[in-house]
């Protein structure tokens, strides 16, 4: 790799890091982080730049749908979550996604792991309407078959229990089921079914999964179990990490199986992380297999963090918009790179932010956990908005050459209904060489509303009044439409009068984390049709918190002994609401009530100078918070040696040859004690 990097390219990255939209200056908390990445990043793109001749290559330009991921757990089954699903998908194509990533991980389509067959069959069910509805629209689906790895912002599903009931054998066997399951209901495009197997040993304790021999043995059984359906059409291929130590023993092995890709996963590029994509490419090239690489990110971690911090904190790094020139440069290092490697598809993880950023002045002082979930909602309300990010288009931009120009068409066949004080909008969808993003409406020549849906509800209008609207189509360019224009009228509102104010409001504690209102009813001219409940934590702060049909109110979502400020408002059918009653306070009841004592305490390795305990999960009436340990050299001397928010621990503090006791205890969030386990007796070798 003599050559020279074209001056272009070196032009272009560096314009990149550093005219990105003018992005918020680098904390110095992180500009040794930042040069350290930007350095790693400049120095592949010598590599890239050195060997590609700059000729593109037609690359897929996937992405994570975040929202139709089995991480998502039971929230994919709740009413009206599949239409933010379609949102999502709509938003993506907006960029000129046209491939869609989606994890549906081990054992999400496994029937075992329900107690319900019900919900397997539903999950089932959402993810074959998802996969029929992608190819509808003529764009194509790759399923990651992993398995669920449980963690803070990442994955609300928790398999570790099922795990524990599989041997290896058994596990090769539900693994290949699952694979083979996926490819005849779902029809993939592309499906990995082997994509990080450090990861997946570390997640399942199978640590067969993390040798070559074991990894490969398992994928032959699915490759065998898929062939088996007769299902065609369907691209399997399996892969590793750029980290995984022995990759290339892996890539070679998966190489020379069955497989139509060799799939990777490319996340730290600390070392030689990233030049360990072109060996990997390198390798399936020679085998003549496709390349694929279904997730990638840049992490922010420094050489000197590896393995010590935690996913939710690298992760946590992730939204602040100061990293958004620098995961610009990153993905276009990686576009370099399979256009020069020519990759079949490629597929950024984190396509959150291809919608929203966080201010670190704002916001740096959240836990990751809090950022990455208002980061993710922020997102969703952007996709709502059809609103994108620089590094959003920027994407799209890598893609399309020239930069789209093309503006979508004028929407068609506008509608309205209306009532006193609000008209509803309607109209068709309009079309775009690219993907349209969304829409905008103009009230009397004013901006009323962006949405990425086909409707608009323009409330607080005034009785019998006529509002010329005007609608235009953008995409993610902001490439805009000619104007479609309609005149609606409100109807005439002969109820002005609101309902009188609600009085005797009272609160009274009735759970641990419930509070019951009640209140004399409002009366009005017509009748009244319902109450808004709003609440907070202080007098001052009370908002719009729920609603009822009646006087009366129990709220669910208290948190123990904790005081809330509410008051109560009515309002009748015409959309007349009475001011607000007076604010009152109100405590749930204390949390008394201990968790239930921690079951299956057991070893799950024991040496001369550690023991490994594991055990199964308490349940308690609001929340288990910890788990403590107690160890002893009798029944009777058991003290506590240590606590974890997890259902195993290892003690490091024993010597050899040495008889010990050990039980373990639960804890709740208001630090209720349960008893102690039964002791189980363990004698270090």
């Known amino acids: 790799m003599s050559k020279l990097v074209p001056q272009s390219l070196v032009l ?103 107690l319900n067959q019900a919900d397997y069959q539903n999950y089932l069910n ?15 689906l790759i399923v990651e078959n992993s398995v669920v790895f449980p963690q803070p912002g990442i994955s609300t599903l928790s398999a570790p229990v099922f795990y524990k009931t599989l041997t290896w054998t058994t596990y090769e066997q539900s693994r290949a089921q699952q694979a083979a399951l996926i490819a005849q209901q779902l029809h993939p495009d592309y499906l990995s079914v082997i994509t990080e ?48 130590n022995g990759f290339s023993n892996f890539a070679t092995s998966f190489a020379g199986t069955a ?81 020069y490697q020519q ?21 740096g002082t959240m836990t ?63 079309s775009d060489n690219v993907g349209v993003a969304g829409y905008n409406i103009y009230r009397n020549g004013t901006l009323a509303n962006t949405t990425s849906g086909l409707f608009f509800q323009d409330l607080n209008l005034t009785a019998n009044t006529a509002y010329n609207y005007a609608i235009e189509a953008f995409d993610a360019l902001k490439n805009t439409s000619p104007q479609t224009l309609i005149t609606a009228t409100t109807q005439r509102n002969p109820d002005t009068q609101p309902p009188t104010v609600p009085t005797g409001l009272a609160a009274t504690g009735t759970g641990v984390t419930q509070i019951s209102l009640s209140w004399t009813a409002s009366t009005d001219d017509v009748a009244v049709t319902g109450y808004k409940i709003y609440r907070g934590t202080a007098p001052t702060t009370v908002a719009i918190y729920s609603s009822s049909a009646s006087n009366s109110f129990l709220d669910l979502n208290c948190s123990p002994t904790a005081a809330y400020y509410y008051s109560v408002a009515a309002y009748d059918a015409a959309g007349n609401v009475s001011a607000q009653s007076t604010v009152i306070s109100g405590k749930s009841l204390p949390d008394t009530v201990p968790p239930s004592v921690p079951t299956n305490l057991q070893t799950t ?19 288990v918070s910890n788990y403590r340990i107690y160890r002893g050299t009798s029944p009777t001397t058991l003290q506590n040696i240590g606590s974890t928010t997890t259902l195993a621990y290892t003690d490091t503090k024993v010597t050899t040859k040495k008889t010990y006791y050990y039980t373990v205890a639960a804890v709740d969030t208001s630090k209720n004690v349960s008893a102690q386990s039964p002791a189980i007796l363990v004698t270090t070798p």
């Open 12 to 114: 272009f990255f560096i314009s990149l890091v550093v005219n990105a939209q003018t992005p918020p200056p680098v904390p110095s908390l992180f500009q040794d982080l930042y040069t350290q990445l930007t350095n790693q990043i400049t120095s592949f793109n010598t590599i890239v730049g050195g060997g590609w001749n700059g000729q593109p290559y037609p690359v897929i330009n996937s992405a994570q749908l975040r929202s139709a991921s089995c991480e998502q757990g039971g929230l994919l089954l709740g009413p009206g979550y599949y239409s933010g699903v379609l949102n999502e998908i709509q938003s993506l194509q907006a960029l000129g996604i046209n491939t869609f990533t989606v994890h549906i991980d081990f054992p999400t389509l496994d029937p075992a792991f329900y």
């Open 126 to 140: 959402f993810y074959i309407q998802l996969s029929n509805d992608i190819h509808a629209r003529g764009l194509k």
């Open 197 to 244: 197997p450090d990861t997946e040993s570390s997640a399942t304790l199978q640590i067969n999964v993390n040798t070559v021999s074991g990894a490969t043995d398992m994928l032959n059984q699915m490759l065998a179990a898929i062939q088996a359906t007769g299902v065609t059409g369907v691209s399997v291929g399996a892969g590793c990490g750029t980290w995984q």
């Open 259 to 339: 497989v139509q890709f060799v799939d990777m996963h490319i996340y730290p590029i600390n070392r030689t992380y990233l030049p360990n994509a072109i060996t990997i490419a390198q390798i399936a090239h020679a085998a003549g297999k496709q390349v694929g690489m279904t997730e990638t990110w840049m992490y922010k971690e420094r050489d000197s963090e590896l393995g010590k911090l935690t996913s939710t904190v690298i992760y946590g790094r992730d939204p602040f918009s100061f990293w958004e020139p620098l995961d610009q440069s990153y993905l276009q290092s990686i576009v370099n790179f399979a256009q």
């Open 343 to 363: 990759l079949t598809f490629i597929s950024p993880f984190w396509s959150t932010y291809f919608h929203v950023y966080l201010d670190y002045a704002t916001y």
């Open 368 to 430: 990751a956990s809090q950022l990455l979930s208002l980061s993710g909602t922020q997102s969703g309300v952007a996709i709502s908005s059809g609103q994108f990010t620089p590094t959003g288009t920027a994407y799209e931009n890598m893609f399309f050459k020239p930069i789209d120009t093309i503006p979508p068409t004028a929407p068609p066949g506008p509608g309205y209904t209306a009532t006193t004080t609000q008209i509803n909008l309607t109209w068709l969808s309009s």
């Open 605 to 623: 390795a024991v040496a001369s100078t550690s023991v490994s305990l594991a055990w199964s999960a308490s349940t308690d009436n609001v929340k």
